[in-house]
């Protein structure tokens, strides 16, 4: 068994874990890169200079490729948990963007522990049907499946910031950057879909608790293009300072 499968029940043997969380499309990835840029304190300040050491390598965007994440020392994607969590030697500080659809979509049911695979088994179909999705027992299970995967307890201290857009404007992103900004007649999107982003934020908040965070934060950005944290602005003119000119790119 790799070594780090073997500390993986109970031993924290690594530092802190950095957790971006959002629906597809809401802007973790931009979010991200320009708080590296424009030196954000997107997780307060205690922990600035730790969370400022994730990105230094300078490789700021999304990687789906576990191998070259690893390598260039990129952020991971919460579908690199189960990698993460038999690397021998793991960042001791990391950043790890979570998909919120994904996890009600799959990556729930492939991080739960066996007894837990079951529980959603006898609810559901595995990738999840989209009228799954909007079902808040199935959500609650897939969203705890995931959080309570072993690897998490492993670190000292977690921050968790979840980054939350109104659904009208998270489907025009996604959609959006789907077509490579190009503009687009967006279609409609169907009910479920609306209640499958509100059901999984609110599964997704209700259980944080379940990795005993030091810090929890809230970030979205308002009207006018400022960048806000748990209340506060964090970044004055965020689109237009991160060069947004077209409203639906951020």
């Not at 994730?54 to 919460?78: L, S, V």
Request: with cysteine; hydrophobic share 35%; charged share 30%.
């Amino acid at each position: 068994m790799p070594d780090g499968e073997d500390r993986m029940h109970g031993e924290q043997d690594l530092q802190t874990c950095f957790v971006v969380a959002g629906f597809r499309g809401a802007g973790k990835s931009t979010i991200i890169k320009t708080s590296y840029d424009l030196d954000l304190r997107l997780f307060g300040e205690k922990y600035h200079q730790q969370f400022r050491g994730t990105g230094e390598t300078g490789h700021h965007g999304e990687n789906d490729d576990y191998d070259m994440a690893i390598k260039i020392g990129a952020n991971f994607q919460g579908r690199h948990i189960h990698d993460l969590a038999k690397e021998p030697s793991p960042p001791q500080s990391l950043l790890i963007q979570v998909d919120l659809k994904h996890v009600i979509h799959k990556l729930g049911y492939t991080a739960a522990s066996r007894d837990d695979r079951k529980k959603i088994k006898k609810v559901t179909s595995i990738p999840t049907q989209l009228k799954s999705k909007s079902d808040p027992k199935i959500c609650d299970l897939m969203v705890k499946g995931f959080l309570e995967h072993p690897f998490f307890r492993r670190f000292k201290a977690i921050l968790v910031n979840t980054v939350h857009t109104d659904f009208d404007d998270n489907y025009r992103q996604f959609k959006f950057r789907k077509a490579g900004g190009v503009p687009v007649d967006f279609d409609e999107p169907g009910e479920h879909l609306r209640k499958a982003h509100r059901l999984v934020y609110s599964s997704w908040n209700k259980n944080i608790k379940i990795l005993n965070p030091v810090e929890s934060f809230m970030t979205s950005v308002d009207s006018s293009g400022d960048l806000i944290s748990n209340g506060r602005c964090i970044c004055k003119n965020w689109k237009e300072k991160a060069g947004f000119a077209n409203p639906l790119v951020a």
